[in-house]
């Protein structure tokens, strides 16, 4: 491969919602400060907002104050959040949706002028251009330069400070090394770790995005990196088949969730995210299944309004009514749990971040779905925490030099990814073993298959075959840049698939039902567990790190 080094001030890993907006911050408050954006697809339709979406989930709307939305955070995740992250990060969501519209974003108004509310911290939006407006404004900075199509594989850290990262052009075909004063990432969370809803063909049909393989996660582990709360997953509650949302139908028309005989189940379990996928999975385990959101009787407004909503964010579903020939308020819409996901933008998951978005290793940043601690952020908080952490980076760089990155060791780094282009000692092919890394997590480490529900033994054989996987994956053969980049996105995720169980088998009881249904301590454990579970690679072994707890009137950084 072609090699090339690249010297930038700030490294951005990411393109989507954090990233592009972090990329505007640093270019309106240090417009002289060079910074690159390096994104494995292209920012124009990348990321979590590639689709569009038709609301701001996260807004501090008339008659409220960030402390509710901490509030809110802090009781939809039993209390195991930083409120001193959630607190700062609500702050800012008015202003960045306020930047939004001006940047272009339709926010929906009523006669008044006023948003419109869908909900205490919701505003309508026609959001299908969202992430194209994000990237024009970023493709007009004179100090951001894009590189789309580059995949970052690794960081380059020395004495736990980071120096840049390495990553190749999978159209390009060159071999990239990026020094960098400092660097954000804004990769986002992890899908695909568990076997989907929908198999073969269909198997990118799924909540989150399908391409977001843990990346960040994985570089920042086996860099040594702090992560916490892994063990919280998350779970959507989704409409069966199209895994379109239900959100839309809930807060939209106000369905309840009913089972098969017509009885509305969802206050028998409880209103938070979590609660209401436990209570579907049990109804159906009980025999009272299937479940819906109950539509049948919304007005033929409301009809309109669904058929229009969902056509601009899941087309699937506005089919599935047009091809059943029945509108909504004529057939309830069945629902069903996903695949479990790694995602710190609707739970707490990933970097153990303090509140400038700091992680535990000198110089690196995080925001958005990759970051921890933060949960419920959406749209809006991965913006403000894009925010942050490109403040935060700006005054960082102010008193550091370019890092040098050796030429022995990129030398290494560079043989590391050749190496795949000439082994051909495989047996297995990249989506073969991916395969088999699904079933093994959707068996034993509490997937579909199981209802969501492990136990130790279960933990410790799923690892035992994620180690196993992890030797095979050394051994895959790519033809290309394209299946050089599969090969990395498979590695990812096993590297993450041993974080989770580790932090699994450590949360030794049941606070989160589905997200974390531990068999063999099913009760919840306020006097043990009231923590955070923590996570460090030390000496080729993950060690855990329980926290206490921090709120929002506490400051907690890395030198505590």
């Given at each position: ?8 001030d ?19 408050n ?13 920012i124009?339709?990348s ?17 409220h ?43 929906l ?9 869908r ?6 939006i ?15 900075l ?85 992560m ?9 509650l989704r ?9 839309t ?14 009885e ?48 601009n ?18 057939q ?5 749990g996903t695949?479990p ?20 290793i ?36 102010k ?5 040098d ?18 082994d ?24 579909i ?13 799923a ?15 790519a ?21 989770l169980?580790?932090h ?24 043990n567990f009231?923590?955070?579970?923590n ?26």
């Open positions: 491969m072609k090699s090339e080094k690249l010297i930038t700030i490294l951005i890993i990411g393109g989507g919602t954090a990233g592009c907006y972090a990329g505007l911050t640093i270019a309106k240090s417009p002289g400060t060079k910074v690159i954006i390096c994104e494995k697809a292209n124009k339709r990321g979590c907002l590639a689709s569009g979406v038709n609301a701001l989930n996260a807004y501090i709307t008339e008659g104050t960030p402390q509710d939305y901490v509030d809110y955070a802090r009781k939809d995740a039993d209390e195991i959040v930083r409120g001193d992250l959630l607190l700062t990060m609500s702050e800012r969501l008015n202003s960045v949706t306020e930047r939004l519209e001006k940047l272009g974003l339709v926010i108004k009523d006669e008044n002028g006023k948003y419109v509310t909900g205490n911290r919701n505003l309508k026609n959001g299908e251009n969202i992430k194209p407006i994000l990237a024009k404004a970023v493709e007009n004179p100090n951001v330069r894009i590189m789309n199509h580059v995949n970052i594989t690794d960081f380059s850290v020395e004495d736990n400070r980071i120096k840049g990262a390495y990553g190749f052009g999978t159209e390009s075909g060159i071999f990239y090394t990026i020094q960098a004063k400092a660097v954000i990432i804004a990769t986002g969370g992890a899908s695909g770790l568990y076997k989907p809803n929908n198999a073969g063909f269909s198997r990118h049909k799924m909540w989150y995005s399908p391409f977001n393989t843990g990346a960040g996660y994985a570089m920042g582990i086996r860099a040594g990196a702090e916490t709360t892994l063990e919280m997953r998350f779970i959507a409409c069966k088949d199209t895994i379109s949302p239900t959100g139908l809930a807060q939209g028309v106000g369905a309840k969730q009913i089972n098969s005989l017509g509305v189940y969802e206050n028998k379990y409880g209103l938070t995210t979590s609660q209401r996928v436990h209570g579907t999975v049990t109804e159906n385990i009980e025999g009272r299944g299937p479940c819906y959101l109950r539509t049948e009787g919304i007005t033929p407004e409301q009809d309109e309004s669904l058929l229009k909503a969902y056509l964010m899941s087309p699937s579903q506005t089919i599935k009514w047009i091809e059943s020939g029945k509108n909504p308020s004529q309830n819409v069945e629902i069903e695949e996901y790694i995602v710190g933008g609707h739970t707490a998951s990933g970097y153990w971040v303090d509140t400038k978005r700091a992680t535990t000198n110089g690196l940043f995080a925001s958005g779905d990759v970051a921890g601690g933060c949960p419920q952020k959406y749209v809006t908080g991965a913006l403000a925490e894009g925010e942050i952490s490109a403040l935060s980076a700006i005054d960082y760089i008193s550091e030099k370019t890092p990155i050796s030429n022995a060791e990129i030398s290494e780094h560079l043989s590391e990814t050749e190496k795949y282009f000439s051909t000692s495989s047996l297995f092919t990249c989506e073969q073993l991916e395969e088999a890394m699904q079933t093994v997590m959707d068996s034993y480490a509490g997937g298959k199981t209802n969501y529900r492990f136990n130790e033994k279960q933990l410790d054989l690892d035992e075959k994620i180690s196993k996987l992890e030797k095979l994956a050394g051994n895959l053969h033809d290309d840049c394209h299946e050089l980049m599969f090969i990395y996105e498979l590695k990812e995720r096993l590297t993450v698939c041993h974080s169980i580790a699994l088998k450590a949360r030794k009881e049941t606070r989160w039902h589905s997200f974390a249904e531990n068999l063999d301590y099913p009760e919840k454990d306020n006097i009231r923590c955070y579970i996570s460090r690679l030390e000496n080729g072994s993950l060690k855990i790190i329980k926290r206490e707890l921090v709120k929002e009137n506490q400051i907690y950084e890395h030198s505590n």
